[in-house]
């Protein structure tokens, strides 16, 4: 038999029971249907409300949950839900463009490669599914990077370690900064060679229904087809395809 922790069996019961009733529940009536001491749920509602999934109404004094552990589950079904709903567009990208499309999503200070979707004709990347690489050099991670808040770039930038893996990868902060401010105008961004010599890509973010960048698609291939020219006609599918995507996962712009 597994130890169940006592304080929080109480606590996860109080919001089990609160979800059942829209206008909340005063203190003696949670109290008498949990069978515990006043003191003892005051204690632990305290808690929930610091921590946001319990509110009180001022008028009635009766509390009810918050939408905080909807959001929470939410963000577990968007993740369960993007690659079934990404897998249409990466392959209409593969075809419109011949070449090599990722999804990714991130993790700490890095992006996992979630799908691949590519061509018979198309020149074999490195990439796999399942594979890691750093943000800071590929043009999903920097996508991403974009547009998070600056502390948590500063944050992913110091926990990071930068490598100069090719002769264009940047490794000086104030030019990553300023590459930011670039793409978030864009809409895009270009791994130049950063992360693979040769090798040319451009990503760009999907946002999840908080606004935040939640995943990224890029398309890559060598710098003797991705040209300037064609970067340009890509972006705009890849843009076109990424806004469709987060509006499916609840994103409004």
């Given at each position: 038999m597994q130890d169940v922790v006592q304080s929080v069996d109480r606590t996860l019961s109080i919001l089990e029971v609160l979800s059942d009733y829209e206008d909340g529940l005063g203190l003696a009536e949670l109290s008498a249907k949990l069978d515990l001491h006043k003191s003892t749920v005051h204690r632990l509602l305290s808690t929930l409300m610091i921590k946001g999934y319990v509110e009180q109404n001022p008028v009635t004094n009766k509390y009810k949950i918050t939408f905080k552990l909807f959001e929470l589950g939410s963000k577990r079904l968007a993740h369960m839900d993007i690659l079934e709903i990404a897998k249409p567009y990466l392959k209409e990208l593969m075809e419109k463009t011949n070449e090599v499309v990722h999804l990714v999503m991130r993790e700490n200070t890095d992006i996992i490669y979630i799908d691949k979707v590519e061509s018979e004709t198309t020149i074999r990347m490195h990439s796999r599914i399942g594979r890691r690489s750093p943000m800071y050099c590929t043009a999903v991670g920097k996508a991403m990077m974009a547009w998070l808040h600056e502390k948590e770039v500063v944050d992913i930038w110091s926990k990071s370690d930068i490598q100069q893996y090719t002769p264009f990868t940047i490794t000086n902060f104030e030019?990553?900064?300023?590459?930011?401010?670039?793409?978030?105008?864009?809409?895009?961004?270009?791994?130049?060679?950063?992360?693979?010599?040769e090798v040319r890509c451009i990503g760009a973010s999907i946002f999840d229904y908080t606004g935040k960048p939640c995943a990224a698609i890029s398309i890559s291939g060598p710098i003797t087809r991705m040209t300037d020219e064609r970067i340009e006609m890509f972006s705009k599918w890849l843009?076109?395809?990424?806004?469709?995507?987060?509006?499916?996962?609840g994103y409004k712009m």
């Open positions: 030019d990553m900064k300023n590459e930011l401010k670039l793409i978030k105008q864009k809409g895009f961004a270009i791994d130049n060679q950063e992360n693979e010599l843009i076109k395809y990424t806004s469709e995507i987060s509006k499916e996962l």
